[in-house]
């Protein structure tokens, strides 16, 4: 199974400046990415994709090929990431000229992941290979349940539970289990990437990466949250 890597990241990023390349325990944020990336056990070629020439420029000095600039068209904020996966995928088999089986595209917000996560997801998602399993992203428990403590407003204003099921459920405990989906490690095969239009039009499984990784960065506060993390996991 040949296993090219992803790692997307632009260069205009809004709820934190220039986030992708700012330092974070000593290094640019997209290099942690790059680094357990390139010390997975399964992955052939590490790209990043890129619409910044000095994203491009660290991408490249950290071990990552850099082919091409992004396209403009694939460029902006309102860019489904499906669509950038599977411009990605296609541009590569035909730049190195390999017939790649498995896009496995990892966030750069999230280096609280590890090499080893990567080496298990795709563990869990070559057993299922052979079955009707597109693809398997991570995911982990929900922090809330809409079948208890998620709430939305009725028609009429007030305040009633997400999700209502025939009985009251008083502790979450017996709530149906629900996911958050985290955003850190996608593995998808090249027939759904040829096929498929968004990234939950197949049949997707998760994999649960624990709440301790689950956190990425979007604000300045979640920044604070990982960097917190990272200074205490790393001494």
């Known amino acids: 199974m040949k296993i090219i890597c992803s790692i997307c990241a632009r260069g205009g990023s809004e709820g934190v400046k220039n986030k992708n390349i700012k330092h974070l325990h000593g290094k640019p944020l997209i290099v942690w990415s790059i680094e357990q990336a390139l010390g997975s056990k399964f992955i052939d070629k590490v790209i990043v994709s890129t619409d910044s020439p000095q994203i491009a ?10 082919p091409e600039l992004r396209p403009i068209d694939l460029s902006g904020n309102a860019v489904e990431k499906f669509k950038v996966m599977k411009y990605i995928f296609e541009t590569s088999c035909v730049f190195f000229q390999e017939d790649f089986e498995i896009l496995l595209d990892l966030d750069c917000t999230n280096p609280l992941r590890e090499s080893i996560d990567i080496d298990n997801l795709v563990e869990s998602f070559l057993k299922e290979y052979n079955k009707n399993v597109d693809l398997m992203f991570t995911v982990c428990e929900a922090r809330k349940n809409p079948y208890f403590n998620l709430l939305e407003k ?34 998808i095969k090249k027939e759904y990437l040829k096929t498929a239009n968004s990234l939950l039009e197949g049949f997707a499984v998760g994999f649960d990466i624990g709440q301790e990784k689950s956190f990425d960065i979007d604000s300045e506060f979640d920044w604070e949250i990982i960097e917190y993390l990272m200074r205490k996991k790393n001494g």
């Open 57 to 66: 420029s660290i991408a490249k000095k950290a071990g990552a090929i850099v």
């Open 154 to 187: 009725s028609i009429e204003g007030k305040l009633i539970v997400s999700k209502k099921l025939e009985s009251n459920i008083i502790r979450r405990q017996d709530a149906p289990s629900v996911f958050e989906h985290v955003a850190s490690i996608y593995a």
